[in-house]
């Protein structure tokens, strides 16, 4: 152990002789001697993330052969070097441009060999300079530099700021612990202004960006200055430091008390009979997991946790996780449950109660109801998903399921989710791990049977964290959620009394698989008569009750109704139609808080005043007959709509073109009708040249909406045959369905929605395929006894019901024949045109194969 000791002074005295020789060295090396001009010329050596200030001795590394050559030639010479940082470190060969314009002069020692075969050098700063001109820049760059003369003279204003930067210096010092004392009384025995500003920003070191600030200030007073400021900002940051180190010990200390305290009290609380709090606290715990109906499985892992637990230190940092996984299997409900109410007539009458319409999804549930009266025991509980636009009541409608059956309703937003831990929850090795959403909302439920709701299943992400549809899988699928697990609990839960009902807008972004363990059940969009019920029923009382009016004072007109539901809403569902209820009746509200008088009647004129301009217009039908118009009704996500569709002629090449934002589906259907014409030509009395004479224009009005589908095929055939034989298309007959190249009529979808929109516009005749006859059964009957419904199955029936029996219009017929004798002339002169020995060519060669024996 002495041997050591000595050994190690030994070789520390040995180290501090040789650093004092090479700096003796160092003020061996003059000054080098300046001209009349006081222009000195010397080597140039590039620093790159290094600034020397005058004064102070810094060791360096070199790489550069031209910076080894430049060292040798000044060592040779007993001279000094140039010291000039680079602008940009990251350049391995700088030009006099890339080096800044001031530098220091700089005495070098002996080269040392690095292990890494590189050179390292101790350098000492002597004069600031700034560069005259460079006068060589191969092998190494040579430059003549003015010496920049700073003022020694101490004012009051500098002797004042030193002191300011020596009291500052000391206060870093102190609160710094890699800065020796021997730093500060250094900086006490300097009397130079400069030289004491650039001695506190080596022993600093700020960033180099700074360095080169400090090193490019000729002024010492303002070199203070900024020195000031840096040892300011740098004790306010050493002070912080000290603070987060002080409290940081403390807490320690603390913890280390507690624990004392605590050893101390539990040898009290022997000694006295009572018993370790801790120990009470697991007794507890157990009493409860006996007393928790569990499982078997889920009692078995709850007692050994415990047991795990009570052999753990109190103060150990895993007491909480376990403590928190037991809570969690207490928590949540194992065998608890609520009574259905089984009263079909009950459930009817609350569902329709609290919704109108909806008959399919009623339906479902009466008929779940009715079965688990028969047979309570063995009924697997239905996955519904149900589907449709926003507001139509797919959630509202779930909560009043809830209701009718006497179970606790839960829901679960799943927009966005995009990680599968989110449903199936964490691993306990991750910190802060909890159970996934669904046994988070069992838990809120507090029964093992509510009405669970799935809200938003089509918005569901994935990403690299996994996919959570695939975790629903098993949620979902009455095969399997008897013994659900989850990551964190670890032990099957039973989902199998769980209600499940998923609401979605579109089924296209549900995975297959996911979508075929569900019942989907429609919600389609409300048509106009039932929101007209749906408000008086419920939207007009419940914003009466809101602003604080009564039914008895204020009653809306029908029309006035639906004047908001065409003219102000454009939607599925009833929300906007709430909203503009609404602001019907807080303005009315306001005119009788105020002592106004005040309508009690809301009439159509009435709404225009209140909610000003209407928002959307609706189209309408044809005011009179027209060639090359027909109307077609279409299917929306808002309901129905009628749907003109224009075709124009004119003078071209055979083209055709189809505009109005429509999709690939209704373009494929212009060109398949388009194509029936032409077969069919000869029965309209058409020429099929005609056809390359004319460009076709087909455009379907409101084009900022997109269109597509199959269900315009004879709507677009009826028009082009409208223009192409100048007959007129009738005013009053709106047409569905897909036609075939052979003019075949195929049923198409949304009929109850099309018949009702072309009612709603005042036609009196509806052609559609013969095949959707049997949808007219969900049309309202009023609407079916006031139109004249046609089936079809071939479009020659289409155009004996939709176009005009009148002569067809003189214009378009003199049109047609005027493009017809164009082509015939073209024909006559291209026949007279061709040469006569072609003739008789032809006519040889007609008479030779008719020779005998040829």
Known sequence: MREFDWYSRDQEEEFGEALHRRTEELYQIPDSIPDEQGIIECPVLPLRDLVVFPHMISPIFIERESSLEAIEEAQILDQTVIALTQRDPEIDDPTPQDLLPIGVEMAVGRLLEMPDGSSSALVQGRRRVQVVEFTQTQPFMKARARLIDENREVDRQIEATMRTVLELFKKCVELNRSLPEEAYLYALNIVEPGWLADMVVTAIAPSIKERIDFLMTVDPLARLNKVVSLLAREADVLELEDKIHSRAQSEVDRSQREYYLREQMKAIQTELGEGDIWTQEIEELRERVQQANLPQEAQERALKEIDRLSQMPPMSPEIGILRTYIDWILDLPWTEETEDNLDVKHAAQVLERDHYGLPKAKERILEYIAVRNLKPKKVRQPILCFVGPPGTGKTSLGQ??????????????????????????????????????????????????????????????????????????????????????????????????????????????????????????????????????????????????ETGLEESQIRFLPSAIVKIIREYTYEAGVRNLEREIGRVCRKIARAKAEGKRHPTVVTPALVEKYLGPPQFFNLEAERKN?????????????????????????????????????????????????????????????????????????????????????????????????????????????????????????????????????????????????????????????????????????????????????????????????????????????????????????????????????
């Not at 090795?429 to 938003?456: C, H, V």
């Not at 019901?801 to 219009?809: E, F, G, M, Q, V």
């Open 400 to 545: 009043s399921i809830a209701n009718a059956l006497g179970r606790k309703f839960v829901r679960l937003s799943l927009g966005g989710v995009r990680d599968e831990a989110e449903i199936r929850g964490h691993r306990r090795t991750y910190i802060g791990a909890l159970p996934g959403r669904i046994l988070q909302t069992m838990k809120r439920a507090g029964t093992i049977n509510p009405l669970f709701m799935l809200d938003e299943i089509d918005k569901l992400g994935t990403d690299f964290r996994g996919d959570p549809a695939a975790a629903l899988l098993e949620v979902l699928d009455p095969e399997q959620n008897n013994a659900f697990s989850d990551h964190y609990l670890e032990i099957p839960y039973d989902l199998s009394k769980v209600l499940f009902i998923t609401t979605a807008n579109y089924t296209g972004t549900i995975p297959p698989a996911l979508l075929d363990r569900m019942e989907v059940i429609e919600f389609p969009g409300y048509i106009e008569e039932e929101k007209l019920e749906i408000a008086q029923r419920y939207l007009i009382p419940r914003q009466l009750e």
């Open 626 to 854: 027209e060639v090359g118009v027909a109307t077609a009704v279409a299917w929306t996500e808002y309901g129905g709509e009628i749907m003109p569709v224009e075709v124009l002629l004119m003078e071209g090449k055979g083209g055709l073109q189809i505009t109005g934002q429509v999709g690939n589906v209704m373009q494929e259907s212009a060109q398949a009708a388009l194509s029936y014409l032409k077969s069919r030509a000869e029965d309209f009395n058409l020429k099929m040249n005609l056809f390359e004479k004319v460009d076709i224009h087909i455009h379907i009005p409101e084009g900022a909406i997109p269109k597509d589908g199959p269900s315009a095929g004879i709507t677009i055939c009826t028009a082009l045959v409208s223009a192409f034989t100048g007959r007129e298309v009738l005013k009053d007959v709106g047409m569905t369905g897909e036609i075939t190249l052979r003019g075949r009529i195929l049923p198409v979808g949304g009929i109850r929605e099309k018949v009702l929109a072309a009612h709603r516009a005042g036609l009196k005749t509806v052609i559609l395929p013969k095949k959707n006859m049997k949808d007219l059964i969900d049309v309202p009957k009023k609407a079916r006894d006031e139109l004249k419904i046609v089936p079809v199955e071939d479009m020659d029936q289409v155009l004996q019901i939709a176009l005009s029996t009148a002569p067809p219009k003189r214009k378009h017929l003199r049109f047609l024949k005027r493009l017809s004798e164009e082509d015939q002339e073209e024909k006559e002169e291209t026949e007279e045109k061709a040469p006569r020995s072609s003739s008789y060519t032809r006519r040889r060669t007609q008479t030779s194969t008719t020779q005998p024996g040829a």
